[in-house]
């Protein structure tokens, strides 16, 4: 199996309820090593862009609301299969149909403030990486 990078997000709902070291730890336990990090609060513009492949559906303009609600922590997940491991550590996207044990049935309120984010392929997790993190940031 490769060695990959994914593209990570500690969602506004988790940060308000100071559940980013719990969530770290699912990271850690399941193989995936934090090699980047900051805690930012994301503009309105920086989210709209971030999520504009979503920008036909209905929650677009609500899930831009959401992601400038309060602080979020990107980051940079390295791993053997990173980009499926985290994937499956999150779970399903809507809480009420994630897996037992996954971040999103642990922690998740909503389908819209389900705590995190993860990049869905590793074409897309290159290009979510460089909008939020220049190459000095990420340390392996
Ligand atoms: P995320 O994996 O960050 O990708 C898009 C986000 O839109 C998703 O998580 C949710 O936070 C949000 N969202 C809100 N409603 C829906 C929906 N009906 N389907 C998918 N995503 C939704």
Redesign the pocket.
Known sequence: MAVERTFS?I?PDATRRNLTGRINAVFEQNGLRIVAQKRIWMSRQHAKTF?AV?KD????A??VD??CSGPVVVQVLEGENAVAKHREV?GA??PAKAADGTIRKLFAE?????S???S?SVENAAIEIAYFFAGYEIVG
């Open positions: 997000i969602k999520y979503h559906r209905p929650f677009y609500s899930l959401f992601m999150m996207t809507d909503s389908i819209e403030a389900n995190v984010h993860g869905d």
